[in-house]
């Protein structure tokens, strides 16, 4: 997978969490703005993190998104990933 692709599935799989939406209530909130998506489809879009930009910004309305720092996300990312604990070597 591309490091983009990763990129905006964890930003998208970040910003379910942070609603607490599940992908079967994705599925109920795309329906009320008409998008018609299944569970499945959802599932199998996400995981692979090769959306359209059409349906990140689908997602996005739908849980009602209306702003994403990208550089905040980074931050986080960089926070998470990369400890900032220093190891004494044994001599």
């Not at 939406?21 to 329906?31: A, Y």
């Not at 739908?62 to 990369?82: D, F, P, R, T």
Request: hydrophobic share 35%; with cysteine; aromatic share 6%.
């Amino acid at each position: 997978m591309s490091e983009w692709n990763d990129k905006v599935k964890r930003l998208l799989k970040s910003e379910l969490v942070r609603k607490g939406i599940s992908n079967s209530d994705l599925v109920n909130l795309l329906e009320q703005i008409g998008i018609e998506e299944t569970k499945s489809s959802i599932d199998s879009k996400i995981s692979r993190g090769t959306f359209s930009a059409s349906f990140f910004l689908q997602c996005l309305t739908a849980i009602g998104c209306e702003k994403i720092e990208i550089e905040e996300y980074e931050s986080q990312l960089s926070i998470v990933a990369e400890p900032h604990t220093e190891y004494k070597s044994k001599n």
